[in-house]
């Protein structure tokens, strides 16, 4: 038997045993993943599936939908909900960015606040994990540190409005007009 732990930055497994001759490893393996909480497992607590809700700072988002969903274990991870905010459909983006960015994302959507026709931040956060930040820096205890180990930090942003996606225009027309109603986008501090 190996034991192996999947995370955003990738694997570690753990040395062959026999479980015949180490009965006692192999129930001290089976009974650990038994009780441990659901967190520890990759459940995420601020997505409540009975009530159908995202949390983003505490604030609960109804979930209407999952409009995308990344395929790989190693990565981004970046998951899309269709949400609720205030009456209008809005999203929130679930992904676990490289530390090594130097452009963060909710930065740039800061600088386009009130820009006509960008999508708007509503807000974000770098989700907590026993009390730190949700990281997969503490893996680098396990692993030996190279140039392409990733330090991905969990994140999360509320998005608005929901819009249209690109594949769903109907003609190249209104995909180019969606370009120049973004080009022509004016921020309302500028000359």
Request: glycine fraction near 6%; aromatic fraction near 10%; proline fraction near 4%.
């Amino acid at each position: 038997m190996t034991f192996t732990v999947f995370n955003r930055s990738g694997a570690v497994t753990s040395t062959k045993f026999d479980v015949h001759e180490n009965p006692e490893l192999f129930l001290r393996v089976a009974v650990g993943i038994l009780f441990l909480p659901d967190q520890y497992l990759g459940y995420d607590d601020t997505i409540d599936l009975v009530k159908n809700e995202i949390r983003v700072k505490d604030k609960a988002y109804p979930i209407e939908s999952v409009i995308y969903q990344e395929p790989s274990l190693r990565g981004r991870g970046t998951v899309c909900f269709k949400v609720m905010i205030d009456g209008k459909f809005g999203v929130v983006k679930d992904s676990w960015v490289d530390k090594s960015r130097v452009d963060k994302e909710w930065d740039l959507l800061k600088e386009a606040k009130g820009i006509n026709n960008v999508a708007q931040m509503i807000d974000h956060e770098i989700l907590q994990f026993r009390g730190a930040n949700d990281s997969t820096e503490s893996d680098l205890l396990f692993v030996k540190e190279s140039s392409r180990t990733e330090i991905r930090t969990h994140v999360r942003l509320v998005v608005t409005p929901f819009g249209t996606p690109i594949y769903n225009f109907r003609n190249k027309r209104e995909l180019l007009q969606a370009f120049v109603d973004i080009v022509k986008g004016e921020h309302p501090y500028s000359t």
